[in-house]
């Protein structure tokens, strides 16, 4: 574990100190403010047609049957209920650096060393996701969205942006082995940085296709990086972690199935470049694949399958991918797809605390 103290000293500022109670009141505080204000944020996505678009099409511009069949009720749902998750989070910050301003508490949730890097991706990708739904919503069903070029350029350059900062502002040239210890990779610090942030953002989104499915799995997630957060000394990020997950339980009150609003890729590409900058600014990226376990089988999933198809003559490994279709078209039903996969992020997260700790 002192190696872990070690490496964030040297790097990322372990000070000011957020205590215990204050970390659970800002989480407690993203929990209610999102709660309160979802009847209104519906009901404005309702006001303003902000409803999902069924989709037509797999990946490799085919018909997408096993998802029309069980989804198809779902249509006109409203979604970017991601503007409501990093919204909730941003009062909070806000309110955090307005305590620390009047005196109430000692420091804020708005540190430069901490929390600065998280919210520029949460922002930055959330807005690009935003477009992408806005754009999905105004097209009917007849366009997917942004389209795939400018949306990769742009996670491209956000990510980019902050693997330069974290290489040159911040002096990160390390990655951390568990049980074996730091290894110096110079300059390739940046693209795997960049890979990082990219990787799970698109792995959230493909993640985000059940009722509760992303939202739980991102709970899980931003729970265990927030306790090693903690066991790092790194007390604001810690606390920041639970705030998203406060704001993520408000949020997944009302997208349990069956969900009254989606987060679109408003919220899933924000919230897992997050998740990827977090695991990197603790020095634990090796931990996010049991994190996210789940996370990373649905990129898979979607890999495998569209590599089969290429090279096996249309062949498919799966009845659908991402791999949650799959088990939807065994008939497990969407509910039991869900809680199971919860139940295996759980475990591997837990797994992956282990790890991070005692490795």
């Known amino acids: 574990m002192l190696h872990l103290v070690t490496v964030q000293i040297e790097f990322v500022p372990v000070r000011p100190e957020i205590s215990i109670l204050e970390t659970l009141s800002y989480g407690s505080f993203a929990f209610f403010f999102g709660l309160l204000l979802t009847p209104w944020f519906i009901a404005f996505l309702r006001k303003n047609n902000m409803g999902k678009q069924l989709r037509v099409e797999t990946v490799d511009n085919r018909e997408a049957k096993v998802f029309r069949t069980y989804h198809k009720h779902k249509f006109g749902t409203p979604t970017m209920g991601g503007l409501l998750i990093w919204g909730s989070i941003l009062a909070t910050v806000l309110l955090s650096r307005l305590l620390s301003y009047t005196g109430v508490v000692e420091h804020s949730l708005l540190q430069r060393g901490q929390v600065y890097l998280p919210l520029f991706i949460l922002v930055s990708l959330g807005m690009l996701g935003a477009l992408d739904d806005y754009l999905n919503i105004i097209g009917a069903g007849k366009k997917k969205g942004l389209d795939w070029v400018p949306k990769i350029i742009t996670l491209l350059l956000i990510s980019g942006i902050a693997a330069l900062w974290f290489y040159f502002k911040l002096g990160y040239d390390q990655i ?155 008939e497990w039903g969407e509910s039991k797809v869900t809680m199971r996969l919860w139940i295996v992020g759980s475990f591997m997260a837990f797994v992956g605390i282990v790890v991070g700790i005692f490795g």
């Open 176 to 330: 951390y082995i568990p049980f074996s210890g730091p290894w110096n990779v110079g300059l390739l610090y940046i693209p795997i940085f960049m890979f990082i942030i990219v990787g799970t953002a698109n792995a959230v989104n493909v993640t985000d296709g059940l009722d509760g499915l992303a939202g739980g799995l991102l709970i899980i997630a931003f729970g265990s990086f927030g306790l090693l957060g903690f066991v790092e000394g790194l007390d604001v990020l810690a606390a920041f972690c639970f705030v998203v997950v406060g704001a993520i339980a408000a949020f997944l009150w009302h997208n349990v199935p069956p969900a009254l609003f989606f987060m679109g890729d408003t919220g899933s590409l924000a919230l897992g470049g997050t998740l990827g900058a977090i695991a990197m600014m603790t020095d634990q990226m090796l931990i996010l694949p049991f994190a996210g376990f789940i996370f990373v089988i649905e990129m898979l999933s979607v890999i495998i399958q569209l590599t089969s198809k290429k090279f096996r003559g249309g062949k498919k490994v799966f009845k659908a991918a991402p791999i949650h279709h799959h088990f939807e078209a065994l």
